[in-house]
């Protein structure tokens, strides 16, 4: 491995950290149910039904199927970000592309009618790209299987309408999370079809406080059946799909800790009142180093598609080569040459998730909390993996042996986490690996 660092792609990301608007920022699936998204925010978090969550799931791995498929044509789970508000693009082609699975397909005639939270979020993705054209695929999927696929493309008139529309609704929802209040915010498109907040309850609503009429929906021009972009996706979809298993392995920092990623699968989510597993930052610092880094031109920041359909767990590029976003507390970052030696995790991650696409360089994008001094306050790192190819034999032989202690239920040879990560463990002592076992990732 070789690391090097980029002081000016450095200086170019705290540039953007910077001047960054301090307003909350919403995301366009946020615009579409305003007030299942203020719950979200403000309410603890509420469990999902297994049956939902099994077709969360379904819709995933399809997405994840269609990523190649996509690929061909353009980019994939495209970052937007414009004036505080936050896009997802599943591909961007010469035109934006959504991807929805449902039940069964919908026709194009009946989208407006049948699914306008399709149409409202293809026409915000529009505006945002200052686009007047899109496209909506949609997947029929029963029991698994994919059973129909429709194309559509949508024109609208005018993108810049919809964005007013956006930027109202979204201080609408800053509005009532500041005030921690629901109230005056509209009831969800699918009010009474499964909602998880009134299911819990956390939700008060009674459907008494109406539905709005949506300007995005006024500004369709029109809605065509594209057939022939449909069978060109569902015949290699099928074809994909023949062979398809879920994977066992969830993120890539499963395989950089395998011993705490064993007592997750086999025990769920850690026990109440735990500290929250490493690698999710919870500080601020975090969500707006990661807005930084996406907030530059639109493609900069997207998905690359994978080679192996494990962990399930998507690959995103920055400038086109795979990238992680990490909060430090150290007071001294390290020089380069330093970098494997104290944060070896760094480089694990980074070079999974390089050996997943096919890729032999990466960036590691760090914002220190409290540095000694403001310059040295953000660091970018690029590693380069000479070849790639002992990282990939490195998963497989991790995969192998966290498959073989799920089988066996014997956890005790698999690699033990780092010690830094003792303290906080929830299951250390059902792991019992705070012994004398080598600690070290290096």
């Known amino acids: 491995m070789h690391v090097r660092e980029e002081p000016d792609l450095a200086a170019e990301i705290q540039a953007r950290l910077t001047s960054a608007e301090r307003r909350r920022s919403v995301s366009?699936?946020?615009?579409?149910?305003?007030?299942?998204?203020?719950?979200?925010?403000?309410?603890?978090?509420?469990?999902?039904?297994?049956?939902?969550?099994?077709?969360?799931?379904?819709?995933?791995?399809?997405?994840?199927?269609?990523?190649?498929?996509?690929?061909?044509?353009?980019?994939?789970e495209v970052r937007v970000r414009r004036e505080g508000?936050?896009?997802?693009?599943?591909?961007?082609?010469?035109?934006?592309?959504?991807?929805?699975?449902?039940?069964?397909?919908?026709?194009?005639?009946?989208?407006?009618?049948?699914?306008?939270?399709?149409?409202?979020?293809?026409?915000?993705?529009?505006?945002?790209?200052?686009?007047?054209?899109?496209?909506l695929l949609t997947l029929g999927v029963r029991e698994g299987r994919v059973e129909s696929v429709r194309s559509a493309e949508v024109a609208y008139r005018r993108p810049g309408v919809i964005l007013e529309e956006m930027h109202r609704r979204a201080e609408?929802?800053?509005?009532?999370?500041?005030?921690?209040?629901?109230?005056?915010?509209?009831?969800?498109?699918?009010?009474?079809?499964?909602?998880?907040?009134r299911a819990g309850p956390t939700c008060d609503c009674t459907g008494g406080e109406g539905s709005e009429p949506s300007p995005i929906l006024a500004e369709v021009e029109s809605v065509v059946s594209s057939p022939e972009f449909a069978g060109r996706i569902g015949a290699v979809l099928e074809e994909r799909l023949?062979?398809?298993?879920?994977?066992?392995?969830?993120?890539?920092?499963?395989?950089v800790y395998p011993?705490?990623?064993?007592?997750?699968?086999?025990?769920?989510?850690?026990?109440?009142?735990?500290?929250?597993?490493?690698?999710?930052?919870?500080?601020?610092?975090?969500?707006?180093?990661?807005?930084?880094?996406?907030s530059g031109p639109?493609?900069?920041?997207?998905?690359?598609?994978?080679?192996?359909?494990?962990?399930?767990?998507?690959?995103?590029?920055?400038?086109?080569?795979?990238?992680?976003?990490?909060?430090?507390?150290?007071?001294?970052?390290?020089?380069?040459?330093?970098?494997?030696?104290?944060?070896?995790?760094?480089?694990?991650?980074?070079?999974?998730?390089?050996a997943s696409t096919c890729r032999r360089t990466g960036r590691v994008v760090v914002g220190y909390e409290r540095p000694e001094r403001n310059t040295d306050a953000l660091r970018v790192f690029r590693l380069e993996f000479d070849p790639v190819t002992p990282l990939a034999r490195l998963w497989r032989e991790r995969e192998r042996a966290f498959r073989a202690a799920l089988e066996a239920k014997a956890?005790?040879?698999?690699?033990?986490?780092?010690?830094?990560?003792f303290d906080g463990c929830p299951y250390r002592a059902e792991c019992g690996c705070g012994s004398a076992t080598p600690r070290s990732q290096r």
């Open 85 to 135: 508000l936050v896009g997802r693009i599943d591909a961007l082609t010469d035109r934006p592309v959504e991807v929805k699975t449902a039940g069964q397909g919908v026709e194009a005639e009946s989208l407006v009618r049948d699914r306008p939270e399709y149409i409202e979020q293809l026409g915000m993705y529009c505006a945002l790209l200052d686009r007047s054209n899109g496209r």
């Open 172 to 197: 609408r929802l800053r509005t009532s999370w500041a005030a921690k209040r629901a109230d005056g915010l509209p009831r969800c498109p699918w009010f009474d079809l499964g909602c998880q907040f």
């Open 411 to 421: 956890p005790e040879p698999l690699a033990a986490c780092p010690a830094w990560m």
């Open 242 to 255: 023949t062979t398809a298993e879920p994977p066992t392995i969830a993120r890539f920092r499963d395989m």
């Open 28 to 76: 366009v699936t946020d615009l579409l149910a305003l007030r299942q998204a203020f719950w979200k925010a403000v309410a603890p978090p509420v469990p999902v039904p297994e049956e939902r969550k099994a077709r969360m799931d379904v819709g995933r791995f399809l997405h994840r199927e269609l990523g190649a498929l996509l690929a061909r044509d353009g980019q994939l």
């Open 259 to 294: 011993r705490r990623a064993y007592f997750e699968h086999v025990g769920g989510a850690a026990p109440a009142g735990t500290a929250p597993p490493p690698g999710f930052p919870p500080s601020d610092d975090y969500g707006r180093l990661v807005e930084a880094v996406e």
């Open 298 to 354: 639109v493609g900069e920041v997207a998905r690359l598609p994978e080679f192996s359909r494990e962990p399930a767990e998507e690959v995103a590029a920055f400038r086109g080569d795979p990238y992680l976003v990490r909060t430090s507390r150290a007071r001294r970052p390290p020089l380069a040459s330093e970098l494997l030696s104290r944060f070896p995790q760094y480089a694990l991650e980074l070079g999974f998730r390089c």
